[in-house]
């Protein structure tokens, strides 16, 4: 690039950052400028799909407390009478158990009464005259023991309390690029609503100008003529620019809100009148490489958790197929005096019991076996698919980054050699060596050029924050 067209280039650029002054009476404080970390702000703050999204947790949380649940203790009694009949009788029981998430022994203990008359085949409900406590254990030594349904649903939710973190992380991310789209979509409207606004007046500020000269004779009638449907259209122009700047604001009012957590649509007045200048470089470095992608977003490592629950549930499955041997210890002692016609009631006894139970047809368990093991072939492949997308999603954006600033560079430069033009275009006019369809066919053509720069200054903005969302930022 030439010495002259670089210090066009940065003429221009430097017009596009020249705040636009508008013919209202100054005020004695000028508005705080809305800036891109409010909006973010007030995202965080008040949002409310995030604060939707934070509930994930909450969720979670509770479900972790359903399945720790599993190993509450649990009180179940019984009682029954029967007053009338051959034998009369009373029986009492009451028995408090705990599961434990050790092997998935369980403990117990409790109480039974068994007084009256009983019938030989019912007496071992019989007690001596203050009934018998007993405790003991019941050991899994194959199906439930390394695993069981109380652990195996503790440990998905406890996974699940930080699949819910990032889950609301990565709507976090998501939320936080929304905004930015929409804040840097109100300033570009707000760009184009002063460029709109300062055609009509270079058409405004001409018209009583060349309306004398018309008088005078200088200017054939057909110019105010002229002048006059540019001023119609130049209005029109700036309507369109205004209803743009409207819909814009209303748009970022759902990102942006209020302490009381309300859309509040911001007065143009608050919005930067220009962009900031963009950064000069998109090199790799440590923090946009995508290796760095990779680690930071938080898809990859909700789906190692999913993966995790998963390969739980493969495991419980597994060992659902296996033989059940329970082996039960229990200890006894009765209380009261011994009854004579029945010496056989000990005063304590202790005893070991095995409970085999042998699967004979296993389809259920099969079938959750299987359909774990697919969910986890599918949770692979969408982990693969992930990672390939980071990777593109990083590439993309640093290239509409790249090419932004190539924009911003060739369209600074066109909105420099347009206001030459303009310039020039203006000066033959008023000697009288050119004709207002001319005048104005340069300003507008400036002012497209100046909305061409507009948009390259906007597409640049929405790539920094695409990147730094693709980065995990």
Not at 245 to 258: D, H, M, N, P, V
Not at 415 to 434: C, I, Y
Request: aromatic residues 6%.
């Amino acid at each position: 690039m030439t010495v002259p067209r670089l210090l066009r280039a940065i003429l221009s650029v430097a017009l596009l950052l020249v705040p636009f002054v508008s013919d209202a009476e100054p005020s004695a404080r000028e508005p705080d400028v809305l800036t891109l970390q409010t909006v973010l702000d007030s995202v965080e703050r008040s949002f409310p799909l995030l604060k939707s999204a934070e509930l994930e947790q909450a969720i979670a949380q509770g479900e972790t407390l359903s399945a720790e649940g599993g190993f509450d203790v649990s009180w179940k009694t019984r009682a029954t009478v029967m007053p009338v009949g051959y034998y009369e009788s009373v029986r009492a029981e009451s028995v408090v158990e705990k599961p434990t998430d050790l092997w998935g022994i369980s403990a117990f203990a409790g109480w039974k009464l068994g007084a009256g008359d009983f019938a030989v085949y019912d007496g071992k409900v019989q007690t001596l005259e203050f009934g018998e406590a007993r405790a003991g254990i019941n050991v899994p030594l194959w199906r439930n023991g390394p695993i069981d349904r109380r652990r195996a649903n503790l440990g998905r939710a406890l996974l699940g309390n930080e699949i819910a973190k990032l889950s609301v992380a990565q709507q976090r991310i998501e939320f936080r690029r929304a905004a930015s789209h929409r804040y840097w979509a109100c300033v570009a409207a707000g760009r184009r609503a002063a460029i709109a606004k300062a055609l009509l007046e270079n058409a405004v500020a001409r018209d009583a100008a060349i309306g004398e000269r018309v008088e005078r004779g200088d200017l054939a009638p057909v110019e105010q003529t002229d002048n006059a449907r540019a001023l119609a259209q130049r209005r029109a122009q700036l309507a369109a620019a205004e209803r743009g700047l409207e819909q814009a604001t209303i748009e970022l009012s759902l990102f942006y809100r209020g302490s009381d957590g309300k859309p509040k649509v911001v007065d143009a007045a608050v919005l930067p009148k220009s962009f900031p200048e963009h950064r000069v470089a998109d090199a790799p470095n440590e923090r946009l490489n995508i290796s760095n992608a990779i680690s930071r977003r938080p898809e990859l490592p909700k789906l190692q958790l999913q993966l995790k629950q998963n390969a739980i549930e493969v495991d419980w499955a597994k060992n659902q197929l296996a033989l059940g041997i329970d082996l039960q210890l229990a200890g006894s002692k009765g209380f009261g005096e011994p009854i004579a016609s029945r010496p056989d009631l000990s005063p304590g006894r202790f005893e070991a019991s095995i409970l085999i139970d042998v699967p004979i047809q296993t389809r259920t368990m099969r079938g959750k076996l299987e359909s774990a093991g697919a969910s986890g072939r599918r949770l692979e492949l969408q982990r693969d698919y992930v990672r390939d997308r980071i990777q593109a999603d990083v590439l993309d954006a640093r290239s509409s980054v790249r090419r932004a600033i190539d924009r911003i560079s060739a369209t600074g430069e066109e909105v420099a050699l347009a206001m030459e033009l303009q310039r020039a275009e203006q000066e033959r006019f008023e000697h009288g060596d050119s004709h207002l369809f001319f005048v104005n066919l340069r300003e507008q053509q400036t002012a497209e050029a100046e909305l061409r720069a507009v948009e390259s200054q906007v597409d640049y903005h929405r790539a920094v924050a695409d990147l730094e969302a693709a980065c995990g930022g």
